[in-house]
Antibody, heavy 125, light 108 residues
């Protein structure tokens, strides 16, 4: 079965960077896009970026461009999201998710049947 | 960007009630809409996609409808397990995804 297992909780000071990993299993990692989302306390989820694990192509939501980097290591079936210049309003649970759109295709939007367990990131001085 | 607005923010209901949650998009998204259920401390769970198609394993009491800019999620007869927060998500473009702010369904 599809599983996405994320790294553990992080506590960071303002201005620092954080890296969250997402290890996939139960399917061919390079076959499906990986999406990164976050959810601040009491808010709805917010999409941040996606990566095509096959080609390495990425796309970010405008508000995260220049501050978020998403990468993958196909040899270990793992995607990573790194955010720099952390602020207190970046405190949230960060999720990776997988959809159903094949990585062989571009331009097709997706929904998210599969989610990681979430990684809490707390930004506090 | 496409904004998604849900109403109500909170809904109080009893076991067996029929309840409806509304989700409005700031521009037409055809039927590219999904609904999720989320319980505290867990990731969202997909219920419905393409506005009305039930995800495998989701009970048939969950009913999605709508197109264009207005969508609804109806639970035909509330069960104890249904008390949770519900989110809509638009996926009309692979370049930008957005969610509603959520509807918390609580026991009256």
């Amino acid at each position: 079965q599809v599983q996405l297992v994320q790294s553990g909780a992080e506590v960071k000071k303002p201005g620092a960077s954080v890296k969250v990993s997402c290890r996939a299993s139960g399917y061919s990692f390079i076959d499906y896009y990986i999406y990164w989302l976050r959810q601040a306390p009491g808010q709805g989820p917010e999409w941040m970026a996606w990566i095509n694990p096959d080609s390495g192509d990425t796309h970010h939501a405008q508000k995260f461009q220049g501050r978020v980097s998403v990468t993958r290591d196909s040899s270990i079936n793992t995607a990573e999201m790194e955010m720099s210049g952390l602020r207190s309003d970046d405190t949230a649970v960060y999720y990776c998710a997988r959809g159903l759109v094949s990585a062989q295709f571009s331009g097709n939007a997706d929904y998210f049947p599969y989610w990681g367990q979430g990684t809490p990131v707390i930004v506090s001085s | 960007d496409i904004q998604m607005t849900q109403s109500p923010s909170t809904l109080s209901a009893s076991i067996g009630d029929r309840v409806t949650i509304t989700c409005r998009a700031s521009q037409s998204i055809s039927r590219w809409l999904a609904w999720y259920q989320q319980k505290p401390g867990t990731a969202p769970k997909l219920l419905i996609y393409r506005a009305s198609i039930l995800e495998n394993g989701v009970p048939s009491r969950f009913i999605g409808s709508g197109s264009g800019t207005e969508f609804t999620l109806t639970i035909s007869s509330l069960q104890p397990d249904d008390f949770a927060t519900y989110y809509c998500q638009q996926y009309s473009s692979y370049l930008m995804y957005s969610f509603g702010q959520g509807t918390r369904l609580e026991l009256k």
